[in-house]
């Protein structure tokens, strides 16, 4: 799956986007965010306070707790300072 | 009653005028058109730009969904909704959104639920440009403005 990265989530990961292919047993978008955090230092420090990182998945938003099964684009990213 | 719905992201600046003449003209029926603009603040003097990030793709999609909900609950005739991204200098707009309805309520409704909504769902992130040169932050979000978004809850 394609993963994109936006605003500080991107700049302290260090890339904008990847393709990953997380391990079984990473089923949830909570999942996926400790998993990350195990890829090396940036991304401890990016995925420090997981429940800060809003997250989309196809490009809509979702929460923690919704499976990452056939997602083909999952987006993460600080809170929203629109408008 | 269906709404023409038009939402635009780019990095030019647009017309607040042309917006508005576009959304009523040769529609008859509107009675009142709404607008709202959002601006570039210098902070007390502290800034000289903002540059805003967006996801290309599901920040259209996302401003698509909150005008779709908007047009849903109240009668609206066409809703219009600019947002700008790169970077933006003190002064210059951000963000335009125009509403268009027979009566005046509906207009004034949905522009605010739309403001309210794409400020903590829209896809967007703003990073300060400090005047003394230093490197600017990344803007943080408002718990005032996720606040906000709780009295548009209803059943």
Avoid at chain 1, 38 to 60: D, F, H, M, S
Avoid at chain 2, 112 to 137: V, Y
Wanted: aromatic content about 8%; overall charge negative.
């Amino acid at each position: 799956m394609k993963l994109v990265y936006f605003a500080w989530v991107r700049e302290r990961i260090g890339v904008a986007e990847e393709d990953v292919t997380p391990p079984a047993g990473v089923a949830t978008v909570r999942e996926l965010l400790e998993w990350l955090k195990t890829r090396g230092e940036e991304y401890a420090e990016a995925l420090k306070y997981p429940e800060a990182i809003r997250v989309a998945i196809n490009q809509e938003h979702v929460r923690h707790d919704e499976r990452i099964a056939g997602a083909r684009e999952i987006g993460l990213f600080p809170p929203m300072t629109g408008g | 009653m269906s709404c023409r719905v038009t939402v635009r992201i780019q990095s030019e600046p647009f017309d607040t005028a042309d917006e508005m003449a576009a959304i009523s003209g040769g529609d008859s029926d509107v009675g009142a058109v709404v607008t709202f603009s959002g601006l570039c603040r210098d902070e007390a003097g502290t800034l000289h730009a903002l540059e805003i990030e967006h996801y290309p793709g599901m920040a259209e999609a996302e401003i698509g969904r909150i005008a779709d909900a908007a047009a849903k609950r109240w009668p609206v005739t066409a809703l219009t909704v600019i947002h700008r991204h790169g970077k933006i200098g003190i002064g210059e707009q951000i963000v335009l959104v125009v509403a268009a309805s027979r009566h005046r309520h509906a207009a004034f409704s949905a522009a605010e639920f739309m403001m309210d909504f794409l400020k903590s769902r829209a896809p967007f992130w703003k990073k300060e440009h400090r005047s003394d040169g230093t490197e600017g932050s990344w803007v943080d979000a408002k718990e005032a403005d996720e606040r906000a978004l709780s009295r548009w809850d209803r059943d």
